[in-house]
T-cell receptor
């Protein structure tokens, strides 16, 4: 299967701990997106990469959040000093071009206790 | 800025019947695109159908069609011959000029009843 892959699928962490999620996009896609989705809501944009360059960040991406995409391949999203409000589904998507459909992974569900 | 509104939190439909899921959008862009995604309980967002703002004909993909009314700024999804496997959350989303990421609506939960 050559779709978007996210790991881990589920993560439970204690408040104050750091967590890191990984996303492997479809190999020929140079655009990669991170979204956050809370229960009953649509996905909210967090950040966007074109190749290795992080081109856009949402106001939702506080100082505790950092994302990287070294060498324009996989991406990681790190949350430092997690808070209960960070509990959500974190979705990664990739696309082959601007203004085309985005292909999503199955998400990482984070629970902060 | 893009804003997507889905006013139906939940919808029920009988198996084999057609159903329309509403979506309105607010944009000042001349060029934009509208998408519909399906999200089953497994969590993955599945692309269904796309309509560009300059497309003159309504998009169709198998049992899915998009009723695009540009003047009314609406892009409703029509699912024909509903199947039990169509039960899921459905999200309308859009791009806008200069907006590199999709903006999503709040979704509609569709339940198909046998």
């Amino acid at each position: 299967d050559t779709g978007v892959s996210q790991n881990p699928r589920h993560k439970i962490t204690k408040r104050g701990q750091n967590v890191t999620f990984r996303c492997d996009p479809i190999s020929e896609h140079n655009r990669l997106y991170w979204y956050r989705q809370t229960l009953g809501q649509g996905p909210e944009f967090l950040t966007y990469f074109q190749n290795e360059a992080q081109l856009e960040k949402s106001r939702l991406l506080s100082d505790r959040f950092s994302a990287e995409r070294p060498k324009g391949s996989f991406s990681t999203l790190e949350i430092q000093r997690t808070e209960q409000g960070d509990s959500a589904m974190y979705l990664c998507a990739s696309s082959p071009g601007l203004y085309t459909e985005a292909f999503f992974g199955q998400g990482t569900r984070l629970t902060v206790v | 800025a893009q804003k997507i509104t889905q006013t139906q939190p939940g919808m029920f439909v009988q198996e084999k019947e057609a159903v329309t899921l509403d979506c309105t959008y607010d944009t000042s862009d001349q060029s934009y695109g509208l998408f519909w995604y399906k999200q089953p309980s497994s969590g993955e967002m599945i692309f269904l159908i796309y309509q560009g703002s300059y497309d003159e004909q309504n998009a169709t993909e198998g049992r899915y069609s998009l009723n695009f009314q540009k003047a009314r700024k609406s892009a409703n999804l029509v699912i024909s011959a509903s199947q039990l496997g169509d039960s899921a959350m459905y999200f309308c989303a859009s791009w806008g000029t200069g907006r590199r990421a999709l903006t999503f609506g709040s979704g509609t939960r569709l339940q198909v009843q046998p």
